[in-house]
Nanobody
Framework: QVQLVESGGDLVQPGGSLRISCAAS????????MSWVRQAPGKGLEWVSD????????DYADSVKGRFTIFRDNAKATLYLQMNSLKPEDTAVYYC??????WGQGTQVTVSS
């Protein structure tokens, strides 16, 4: 069955960097567009970034543009999100989403001093 397992969430200071990952299995990863979506405490889901099948077509929310980088390794069936210049408002549970309607369990990112 389809599995998406996020990892790498942590507590980081403002201005710091973090890379989170999403390991995929149970489907042909290279053929599916992927997304990162986050949910801050007490708020709804917020789309963060999309990437198409071949690292070519990428979009970012304005709130993270210039600070976050999405990329994928199709050979490893893994999606990544490199987050730089982190702000307290980036604190959220980060979920990866496969364009088949499947979600991971999420990984907690906390930005605080």
């Amino acid at each position: 069955q389809v599995q998406l397992v996020e990892s790498g969430g942590d507590l980081v200071q403002p201005g710091g960097s973090l890379r989170i990952s999403c390991a995929a299995s149970g489907f042909t990863f290279s053929g599916v567009y992927m997304s990162w979506v986050r949910q801050a405490p007490g708020k709804g889901l917020e789309w963060v970034s999309d990437i198409n099948t071949g690292n070519g077509n990428i979009d970012y929310a304005d709130s993270v543009k210039g600070r976050f980088t999405i990329f994928r390794d199709n050979a490893k069936a893994t999606l990544y999100l490199q987050m730089n210049s982190l702000k307290p408002e980036d604190t959220a549970v980060y979920y990866c989403y496969a364009g088949l309607g499947h979600w991971g369990q999420g990984t907690q990112v906390t930005v605080s001093s």
